[in-house]
């Protein structure tokens, strides 16, 4: 296990997304085992494998990892993504959540009634144009990334964040023009460049087949 890092989640993005973009800006290669059936599941729950029975799961470093925002900072701390010290990191946490926010708000969309989508669509934009994305383009103003001008997970989850927003409302960053700095600076990134070709890891939005799947497989969370 300790040789290789092994994903286990769905086919889709969901909470193992932004852990799958972090392994890729840092240049680790990784296998993932995509559940399909609630028999899957119930092995990983019954093997020991999932410590508060819930997914995603990441086996690295001889350690099976839960809770996503704990493997998220365990990699970005492995891999030099979160700060040269302490006050940096928190700086960094506080970015890294409201992007998170941002990203939760969306997920959630997939879950909601018709008759509510669009009421919530609506909260996930004015949330993003009057309170997110200001204060990123104004931390962005004076510097090339979010925390002591060096790239962090912060800024990969913002960049993720901010792609997410833009399949959703496509102008949305047309008064942002530092934030479109930054993604043209983050996309000239090798490692980013590469996990946004086709064919890369990258998974893309969510269809009514992974929600029906997700659902199989995690039923007791919709009963």
């Avoid at 290789?4 to 852990?19: A, T």
């Avoid at 979160?82 to 992007?99: F, Q, W």
Wanted: proline share 4%.
């Amino acid at each position: 296990m300790s040789g290789k890092v092994v994903l286990y989640y769905f086919d889709g993005r969901g909470k193992m997304e932004s852990i799958r973009w972090l392994l890729a800006v840092a240049g680790v290669e990784f296998e993932e085992v995509f559940l399909t059936t609630r028999a899957q599941y119930e092995k990983l729950v019954n093997d020991g494998a999932l410590l508060f029975h819930q997914v995603p799961l990441v086996e690295m470093d001889g350690m099976k990892l839960v809770q996503s925002k704990a493997i998220q900072n365990y990699i970005a701390g492995k891999y030099n993504l979160y700060g040269k010290d302490l006050k940096e990191r928190v700086m960094i946490d506080m970015y890294a959540e409201a992007a998170r926010d941002i990203m939760d708000m969306i997920m959630v969309l997939l879950f909601t009634t018709p008759d509510d989508k669009k009421d919530e669509l609506e909260k996930v934009q004015v949330k993003a144009k009057v309170r997110t994305l200001p204060a990123f383009e104004k931390a962005l103003g004076s510097s090339q990334f979010l925390v002591g001008n060096k790239l962090s997970c912060a800024d990969v989850n913002f960049f993720e964040a901010s792609l997410m927003l833009e399949e959703l409302f496509p102008t949305i960053l047309s008064s942002f023009p530092n934030i479109q700095a930054f993604q043209k600076r983050m996309k000239a990134i090798p490692a980013i460049s590469k996990f946004l070709q086709p064919g890369s890891q990258r998974k893309p939005p969510p269809d009514e087949a992974l929600i029906k799947t997700a659902k199989e497989v995690l039923s007791h969370l919709f009963k």
